[in-house]
Antibody, heavy 119, light 107 residues
């Protein structure tokens, strides 16, 4: 079965960067795009961007351009999300998610990684 | 970007009753709309995709309808485990966006 396992919680200071990892298993890694989403406390999910694990191409939501970097390691079926220039508004649970029922229908989610930005 | 507006914000019902949740898009998303259920401390769970298709393992009491800009999630015969927050999400174009959610609470 599809499993997405994310790295642990992070506490960062304003202006710092954070890197979250997502290790996939149970399916052919290169077959399905991997998305990153986040959810601030009390808010709905927010789509951040997507990476093609096969070729490495990425697309980011406009609000994250210049701050969001997504990469992958096909040898370990792992994707990485780097967010720089952190501010308090970036405090959220970050998720990786992929699909099987159709592109961008998020069937499968990681467990989430809490990133707290505080001085 | 496409804005999704969900109503009502909160819905208070009793087990066994029927729940009707709405999602309106600021422009047409064709049938590219999904519904998710989220419980505290958990990731969202996909219920319905492409407006009316149930995801794997979702009970038949959950159904979706609509196209264009107006969509509905119906839960027929609420079970205790159905009380949660529900979100709609479109995949019509980047950026994919979610509604602000409807909280379904026990009356």
């Amino acid at each position: 079965q599809v499993q997405l396992v994310q790295s642990g919680a992070e506490l960062k200071k304003p202006g710092a960067s954070v890197k979250v990892t997502c290790k996939a298993s149970g399916y052919i890694f290169s077959k399905y795009y991997m998305h990153w989403l986040r959810q601030a406390p009390g808010q709905g999910p927010e789509w951040m961007g997507v990476i093609d694990p096969s070729g490495g191409g990425t697309t980011s939501a406009r609000k994250f351009l210049g701050r969001l970097t997504m990469t992958r390691d096909t040898s370990t079926s792992t994707v990485f999300m780097d967010l720089s220039g952190l501010r308090s508004e970036d405090t959220a649970v970050y998720y990786c998610a992929t699909y099987s029922s159709g592109p961008a229908n998020f069937d499968h989610w990681g467990q989430g990684t809490l990133v707290t930005v505080s001085s | 970007e496409i804005v999704l507006t969900q109503s009502p914000a909160t819905l208070s019902l009793s087990p066994g009753e029927r729940a009707t949740l709405s999602c309106r898009a600021s422009q047409s998303v064709s049938s590219y709309l999904a519904w998710y259920q989220q419980k505290p401390g958990q990731a969202p769970r996909l219920l319905i995709y492409d407006a009316s298709n149930r995801a794997t393992g979702v009970p038949p009491r959950f159904s979706g309808s609509g196209s264009g800009t107006d969509f509905t999630l119906t839960i027929s015969g609420l079970e205790p485990e159905d009380f949660a927050v529900y979100y709609c999400q479109h995949r019509s174009d980047w950026p994919y966006t979610f509604g602000q959610g409807t909280k379904l609470e026990i009356k």
